[in-house]
């Protein structure tokens, strides 16, 4: 594991941020941390990256103990926070050559990586640019780029791409794969439901400080009722002989379909296909629909999504 975390707390006065907070996140993977607002997302990726002391529990980062290995924690972390480090009075390339000094690079080395770099981000053409010039999706990737001059194994990323127009928020997406890809683990949160469902290996989520489920996309979907299938059929008849067949099921006549309660998985779908088959029953074509991300968290926390923006 890249990451974990036990019985993680953390209080502001009387105000308890994180209530014993218990994570494993595999190497090589990206996981998401999800939570409506104060709901403690940040606090936990500022004691993991060292910035905050947690008032007890503890926690490993890269085989490295929190407590008694902060160094080398932060030797093995990279943080992009929600609003960008860059220093906007150097150019692009500046930047990169600052990360590399702070990291204690070689000049060579580091003017090596800070070329790698920018060319990986495609930042080449805007190096010598101040980032006042830069779009904000350019900025975030200059970020990140900055994040990476340390070669890090794990990266946390706190809404990386929050403000970003969808063109920007795709390509960061394919960075963030291409990351994982390399064996890097991604620790990330984010205001995008959408986001964590496309990228998350697997997700968890806080409320009032507490994890209230961990799993992958798709396991806290079916925690959620209200999975079903959508079967089409070519005529009335064959409609009324499926819903014969299927008693739990609710037909649309005018629409020549049928909705059958589902829980999402292989087997369910193999249940219904096989009453079908048993009545001579043929649909004409299936739908599977399953709850999104934004009805498991309403379901969880009591809140829309719209509360994490």
Not at 39 to 65: C, E, F, Q, R
Not at 75 to 85: K, N, R
Not at 93 to 106: G, I, K, V
Not at 155 to 182: C, H, K, Q, V, Y
Request: aromatic share 4%.
């Amino acid at each position: 594991m890249s990451v974990t975390t036990t019985g993680l707390r953390k209080s502001y006065g009387d105000k308890v941020v994180l209530d014993g907070v218990d994570l494993k996140v595999a190497s090589g993977t990206i996981f998401s941390l999800l939570g409506p607002n104060g709901a403690g997302k940040t606090t936990t990726v500022n004691i993991l990256s060292t910035l905050v002391t947690p008032d007890a529990g503890s926690a490993t980062i890269a085989g490295h103990d929190l407590a008694t290995e902060p160094d080398a924690v932060r030797a093995a972390i990279g943080l992009t926070g929600q609003f960008s480090a860059v220093d906007s009075l150097l150019t692009g390339e500046e930047n990169l050559f600052l990360m590399a000094d702070l990291h204690h690079l070689p000049r060579r080395v580091g003017r090596r990586r800070a070329a790698e770099l920018l060319d990986r981000f495609e930042l080449t053409e805007a190096a010598k640019k101040i980032p006042m010039t830069y779009s904000g999706g350019m900025r975030r990737k200059l970020d990140l780029a900055m994040t990476l001059v340390g070669d890090p194994k794990v990266i946390f990323l706190d809404e990386p791409t929050t403000g970003l127009d969808p063109r920007s928020r795709r390509t960061m997406w394919d960075i963030i794969r291409d990351l994982t890809a390399n064996g890097v683990t991604i620790f990330l949160t984010t205001q995008y439901l959408d986001e964590a469902d496309q990228l998350a290996d697997s997700i968890a989520v806080l409320d009032g400080g507490r994890l209230v489920a961990q799993g992958t996309p798709d396991e806290l979907k079916r925690r959620v009722p209200g999975g079903h299938l959508r079967l089409r059929f070519a005529d009335p008849v064959e409609l009324r002989r499926a819903a014969g067949a299927l008693h739990e099921s609710t037909p649309d006549e005018d629409a020549l379909a049928l909705r059958v309660p589902t829980d999402g998985t292989v087997s369910s779908l193999r249940a219904v296909l096989a009453r079908l088959d048993a009545e001579a029953v043929a649909a004409d074509g299936l739908t599977v629909h399953t709850p999104d991300l934004d009805d498991v968290f309403l379901s969880l926390t009591g809140h829309r999504t719209k509360e994490l923006a």
